[in-house]
């Protein structure tokens, strides 16, 4: 039997490194989307009769890769490739799939799509079209909910209609408000709103951010609960009346509404209100005889008050944190169910074994607005499958393009343990060994968001980060004790470089005789945040490590007074370097050394820039000129590469500060840019339609 996959949940199989692929009774054929490989500048139809296919081109992309047969269904907008049901449609009947995996995004919930592959005898690999009628829509989705005696959030249960009425329908149910999407989720189309203001720009921006994404623009608005969690119940049905809950999972983590850490189990549930956010969800499920996976969400108050706030009718970006700690392949028992077979578990038999955690790897620059997007190519790439307890869930390669059209996410990365402190020390040990190189990657919050102090006790909500970061993300704040190792790591890593450039192979032999200078102590000013510090680093010599063929060498280093012992390999070569210092163990990245002294290094998830010159070096550089800053008050620039949606001034407009300039859509997400102070239009460089790239001119003013 033939299977045709629509989406990255293909890819969440497949892409699961170390594990063993589950043995699948049909053959399957994948379109892989939005959330694994979507940075191709054409996409296509994969079709593949296991998931782990052998015998490709190693010029392809890795979806292509793992199958048989490839056919593109368009080029790179989704209005053309992904939301085109004709030419998927047109690719099901030249391979002659039987089944249909509908992935995570695009038309995964899509009603059309799932009458069209019926009407053909093909299999949709999901909830049957009542139940993606019902739940997809949040207004219908709540009036059931209702009935099922779900709790639900106080709003306006019908369609809005314009900015008008979007103000009255705020102002009754009283400020804050949340304008949504009626159809999608995945944070698209999703707007709070404090203020008449703010309902009406939140009206405009989420009604076309829906009909980019989801090609319907309804909204609703209810009332936004202020600092909730967001906790999700994962629910399994099949067509036999059967319906399970499989625990919670915490994504209380969230930027522009987008969830960025998950875990499972949630610190925050006791057994008592976990079964009874999973006994609502399970008679939702059964209130429209929902038959295969789905989550349904939930806003969490303060005094573990639960309400429902909607309902996923597919596979979850973050399902591995569930299948870690139950046990079940998710994306094998949707197609179980989708055969006909009834459940195989039943609800006793579902455990909570361990505690897992996922981080979303994106391709953003987490010091704009915690992530804006980031294109480009990866030049290097290295996932941190050799560190004990890590999946990575992915679907690109160097050489990836990371491009504007799509989401822009590079993996799910996951950790599990036999209890939470494990499962988080080995997701920090991950996150310094993850290689990612060609594009900016918000790895450093990431990083931040998991040590940080209120995550560790549990106290977060779903205004964490600008909460904790009330200023912006700015990286990893150095204490004294970590600036010193930083600054004795740096400096070992510039006398390392510059002894192996001294040295020549085969120099006995040299026509011209050279001699070696013996320096005992090498005497360094290094520069970092605008602070000069001076190192002395002397040569400890070099000593074997426990491993084989391994030779490691110690430099002793003083820091302001302070002595340290920084120990490694000091394989300039390698990505990752292992550093020992006075015992600490410290995985770091040196992305750049240059000539002039300056190096990037990536330390405790954060790249530092810093300067290491040596004492004579640091005396001519007196006499260096520097390059005279920019001034942008009067000019605006693209924060991010994108797409201009609309121009909302001309030459000689009066402007205010904070006045919306135009509007940059990237990735599937509109973003307003304003004016940096009042003054006058001087001159406008851009269109609406209009592609560009992150720190290209938009707008003069005088």
């Known amino acids: 039997m033939a299977g045709f996959w629509t989406g990255a949940a293909a890819l969440a199989t497949a892409g699961r490194r170390g594990r063993r692929w589950p043995k699948l009774f049909m053959r399957s054929v994948a379109l892989w989307t939005v959330k694994h490989v979507p940075h191709y500048s054409r996409r296509y139809l994969v079709v593949s009769r296991t998931l782990c296919s052998a015998g490709y081109d190693s010029n392809e992309k890795v979806h292509v890769k793992m199958a048989d047969e490839a056919v593109c269904v368009g080029p790179a907008p989704t209005s053309k490739s992904y939301l085109n049901m004709n030419a998927i449609m047109d690719a099901v009947r030249s391979t002659r799939a039987q089944a249909v995996h509908p992935g995570y995004g695009f038309l995964s919930e899509n009603k059309e799509f799932a009458k069209r592959l019926a009407a053909e005898d093909v299999i949709f690999i999901g909830p049957d079209t009542h139940a993606i009628q019902a739940m997809g829509d949040k207004i219908e989705s709540k009036l059931l909910a209702k009935k099922a005696k779900v709790n639900t959030i106080p709003g306006f249960d019908g369609v809005v209609k314009d900015a008008d009425e979007a103000v009255r329908i705020a102002r009754e149910i009283g400020y804050p408000v949340m304008i949504k999407a009626s159809a999608g989720g995945g944070g698209k189309g999703m707007r709070i709103a404090w203020d008449d203001e703010e309902t009406r720009d939140g009206f405009r921006f989420s009604s076309q951010e829906a009909a980019s994404s989801f090609g319907d623009d309804r909204l609703l608005i209810e009332k936004f609960i202020d600092n909730p969690r967001h906790i999700e119940i994962q629910v399994l049905g099949d067509k036999h009346g059967n319906a399970l809950w499989l625990n919670e999972r915490e994504c209380s983590i969230q930027r522009r509404n987008q969830k960025v850490v998950e875990e499972a189990p949630s610190i925050f549930l006791d057994s008592e209100t976990r079964r009874a956010m999973g006994e609502q969800a399970v008679a939702l499920a059964k209130a429209v005889s929902y038959s295969s996976a789905g989550t349904v969400e939930f806003l969490v108050d303060s005094k573990k008050n639960f309400y429902f706030l909607e309902m996923n009718t597919r596979l979850q970006v ?77 679907g690109i390669q160097p050489g990836s393009d990371i491009s504007i059209y799509y989401d822009p996410m590079i993996s799910k990365l996951i950790t599990y343990g036999s209890d939470r402190t494990e499962a988080l020390k080995r997701m920090e040990d991950a ?62 890593l510039f006398v390392a470089s510059q002894l192996r450039a001294q040295h020549f192979q085969d120099h006995e032999s040299s026509r011209v005789p050279i001699v070696k200078p013996q320096v005992a102590s090498w005497e360094l000013s290094v520069k970092l945040h605008d602070e000069i510090h001076t190192v002395v680093v002397s040569s400890s010599g070099p000593t074997f490590s426990h491993e084989p063929q391994k030779l490691l060498h110690s430099y002793m280093v003083e820091v302001d007074g302070s002595k340290l012992n920084v ?15 006075d015992g600490t163990q410290r995985t770091i990245q040196c992305l750049s050394r240059e000539a002039g002294g300056n190096m990037s290094i990536q330390f405790l998830g954060t790249v530092y820039k810093v300067r290491i010159l040596t004492k004579l070096a640091a005396e001519l550089n007196k006499f260096m000129l520097e390059k005279a800053a920019e001034d942008t008050s009067s000019i605006l620039r693209s924060p991010m590469p994108g797409v201009v949606v609309a121009i909302s001034v001309k030459p000689g407009d009066l402007v205010a500060e904070g006045q919306e300039i135009c509007v940059i859509e990237a990735m599937k997400m509109q973003n307003s840019m304003t004016a940096g102070k009042t003054g006058k239009v001087k001159s406008v460089h851009c269109k609406a339609g209009d592609t560009v790239g992150e720190g290209d001119l938009l707008v003069e003013l005088e």
């Open 567 to 581: 120990t490694s390999t000091w394989n300039l070569a390698s990505p990752l370097l292992s550093v020992n210092v």
């Open 431 to 492: 996150l310094d060994s993850y290689v990612i190189r060609g594009v900016t990657h918000n790895i450093a919050l990431l990083r931040e968001v998991i040590i940080n102090s209120r995550f560790i006790e549990g106290d977060i909500n779903t205004k964490f980060l600008s909460d904790v970061y009330p200023d912006g993300f700015k990286g990893h704040p150095l204490t004294e004790t970590e600036r010193n190792q930083f600054l004795a790591v740096a400096s070992s």
């Open 318 to 394: 973050e399902h591995p944190v569930t299948e870690c700690i139950t046990g079940l392949d998710l994306v094998q028992e949707m197609i179980r169910v989708a055969k006909g077979y009834p459940l195989r578990h039943k609800q006793a038999d579902i455990p909570i074994n361990g505690w897992a955690v996922e981080c979303r790897v994106y391709a953003e620059d987490p010091y704009k607005s915690f992530g804006l997007p980031s294109v480009g190519r990866l030049s290097q790439y290295e996932e941190p499958i050799h560190l004990p307890g890590v999946r990575v869930d992915s």
